[in-house]
């Protein structure tokens, strides 16, 4: 079955996400979509009514903000839309959600990754986030949503660039990146850009739980990714093994490419180890990460030198949840292993001692 693919977008009150919504409507005239609309307070629409008049093919949750409780109720609006699928034999080629200006995006893709059901039908597109370049200073500074909208967002679209100068403009451009550093941001014209600008970029990876990962799943996990038989490996799914410490002389430095930030409770950190890694103490490191700051961590990239592979690995995650893909043929027998850390009080020290003690010590 294909899965339909949802495209999340995300903004600040008044950063042209209605605007950019009406304009990708309008321009679709061969796409099925179906749009999900979160605001604040008003009059929802009953959704079997919306099922049966399917023309529609718009949801309202009125519910207050998407990111504040258990998403049980977002798990009920796309079960409502699979089940008017199969009901009226149609396919739908694509979920749009614009959500409320203070929601925050890790509840929304959560419940996506971790339904079983959802997951099997629904794959995320993109997370996008809409900045107000002539209101966003302002509103990093006071409102902790902003940050955590920059930090899970995958690509950022500038709207109202035409409001600023380039002073504001690169300064903008500067806070981004210190929250996010490895988010694309690009400026757009919501009343203008073109539908493939936005939707199909495909830019969200496709996440596993990570709590049973073990050395060999690396390669398991890329094989399955590029629809591969599973690889056949002889690890044992030992736990004990995990522990063993191998001897390599890697170590980890506080370069200068670190980053630290002051907005609010979002934090980032970089942390390069020049040496390769070894698979089974880095899988360790990983699955403790993850099992304990889980939800507070809100986006992770690496790009790893692993021991024994070719190419270079790609770990993203979002939480729990993480994906692992080959990168670029490596350069260099011994380059640099690099991964960035986004989260909400992050306590980087432990992380870092816990990354030097279960990794990087001989
Ligand atoms: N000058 C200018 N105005 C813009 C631009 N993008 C959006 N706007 C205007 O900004 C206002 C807010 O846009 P909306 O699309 O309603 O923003 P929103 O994110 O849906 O806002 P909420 O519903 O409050 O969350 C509208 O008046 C838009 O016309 C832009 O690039 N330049």
Not at 11 to 27: A, P, V, Y
Request: glycine share 6%; charged share 25%; proline share 2%.
């Amino acid at each position: 079955m294909n899965q339909i693919p949802v495209t999340v977008l995300i903004g600040f009150l008044g950063s042209g996400k209605t605007t950019l919504l009406n304009r990708l409507i309008e321009q679709s005239p061969n796409e099925r979509i179906v749009v999900i609309i979160n605001e604040f307070g008003d009059t929802g629409i009953d959704h079997d009514l919306v099922l049966e008049n399917y023309d529609e093919q718009i949801y309202q949750m009125n519910n207050g903000c998407m990111c504040c409780i258990l998403r049980q109720d977002l798990v009920e609006m796309f079960m409502g839309i699979l089940n008017a699928q199969a009901k009226h034999d149609l396919q739908i080629d694509r979920i749009i959600i614009e959500t409320s200006g203070l929601a925050e995006p890790s509840p929304i893709a959560q419940t996506i990754i971790r339904s079983n059901v959802l997951s099997e039908q629904l794959i995320i597109d993109s997370i996008i986030t809409l900045v107000d370049t002539e209101n966003f200073l302002y509103q990093v500074r006071n409102f902790t949503e902003t940050v955590d909208q920059i930090a899970f967002a995958d690509t950022i679209f500038l709207t109202k660039t035409d409001l600023v100068d380039d002073t504001k403009l690169a300064l903008v451009k500067k806070t981004l990146f210190d929250i996010n550093p490895f988010v694309d941001v690009k400026a757009i014209d919501v009343k203008s850009v073109a539908f493939d600008q936005v939707v199909g970029l495909d830019l969200f990876d496709r996440f596993t739980s990570g709590s049973e990962l073990v050395e060999g799943d690396i390669d398991v996990m890329i094989a399955r990714k590029e629809g591969k038989e599973r690889l056949q490996h002889e690890h044992a799914h030992n736990h004990e093994d995990e522990h063993e410490h191998h001897h390599d002389h890697s170590h980890e430095h506080d370069g200068e490419n670190e980053h630290h930030h002051e907005h609010s409770d979002v934090n980032a950190f970089t942390i390069i180890v020049d040496r390769p890694l070894v698979e089974q103490k880095f899988v360790y490191w990983l699955n403790m990460v993850t099992n304990i700051y889980g939800m507070d961590l809100l986006r992770y990239k690496g790009i790893l030198n692993v021991e024994g592979f070719d190419r270079q690995v790609v770990l993203q995650g979002v939480n729990m949840a993480y994906s692992i893909d080959y990168g670029k043929e490596k350069v260099a027998e011994n380059e640099p292993s690099k991964l960035v850390i986004i989260g909400k009080k992050l306590p980087e020290k432990v992380i870092r001692e816990l990354f030097e003690e279960t990794v990087v010590a001989v």
